[in-house]
């Protein structure tokens, strides 16, 4: 699913694979316009390119076992 965010810049993300936290987390990428949902698939905007790779590592679970935090700023 990672290598599908990175390279098609959409998923489909798996209901087993969201936690609240990871819900928190997608949440707040919709309101800043660097992911929009639709049912099970999550789409990267245009806007959101720059930010892929940390909307990737959200699923990352050997990042989220360690507890290394995405890194997402705040937009301008």
């Known amino acids: 699913m990672i290598e599908q965010l990175l390279c098609q810049l959409?998923?489909?993300?798996?209901s087993d694979l969201v936690d609240p936290q990871l819900e928190v987390m997608l949440t707040h990428f919709v309101s800043l316009g660097l992911v929009e949902r639709a049912g099970d698939v999550l789409s990267i905007?245009?806007?959101g390119r720059p930010y892929a790779r940390n909307v990737a590592a959200a699923f990352d679970r050997h990042a989220a076992a360690h507890k290394i935090p995405p890194l997402v700023g705040k937009l301008s």
Not at 10 to 14: F, S
């Open 10 to 14: 959409k998923a489909r993300v798996d």
């Open 45 to 47: 905007t245009d806007q």
